[in-house]
């Protein structure tokens, strides 16, 4: 198979077990190291988050995340929509990104009301399914002890 520039072009999609958390990547800088984990919440090529779900838990996993750490760079959902990058900064600890992602995501489940969903602070405020975003959360904790599976015969 061919080789690509994208690190997640050259994962096997057929063989990674959804939902898991791995790490994709690290950049290296002058002073800082950058690392880009993979959060997969769906099996690739067997289903999908619906966009709206996604773009409600995009806004609740930036807000929340930030309170449990300073170092996050940025948090991305995937154009497959079966996960999110997330970017951080100084901390390839693997246990520590698994605990982030645990109280992050609790967060979100038991989140009130959803950050910034107006006009004024969101591209498209009106594009958002907030109890889809929490589902989305509260099925991926669901498997928390599964998350650090990402291969099929790993299980």
């Not at 999110?84 to 967060?107: H, I, K, S």
Request: aromatic share 8%; with cysteine; charged share 25%.
């Amino acid at each position: 198979m061919k080789t690509y520039n994208v690190e997640s072009f050259n994962l096997d999609h057929t063989k990674v077990q959804a939902p898991f958390v791995r790490l994709a990547g690290v950049k290296e800088g002058t002073a800082d190291t950058i690392y880009k984990y993979d959060i997969r919440f769906i099996q690739p090529n067997e289903g999908l988050m619906p966009m709206r779900a996604v773009h409600s838990l995009e806004h609740l996993i930036a807000e929340n995340s930030r309170n449990h750490s300073e170092d996050i760079v940025d948090i991305s959902p995937m154009g497959c929509q079966t996960g999110f990058y997330w970017t951080m900064l100084n901390d390839g600890n693997y246990e520590r990104m698994l605990d982030l992602v645990e109280a992050t995501l609790r967060d979100a489940m038991n989140a009130e009301e959803l950050p910034a969903q107006n006009p004024v602070q969101c591209g498209n405020a009106n594009h958002h399914d907030f109890e889809g975003a929490k589902k989305l959360a509260a099925d991926m904790l669901a498997k928390r002890d599964e998350w650090h599976i990402v291969f099929k015969d790993e299980a």
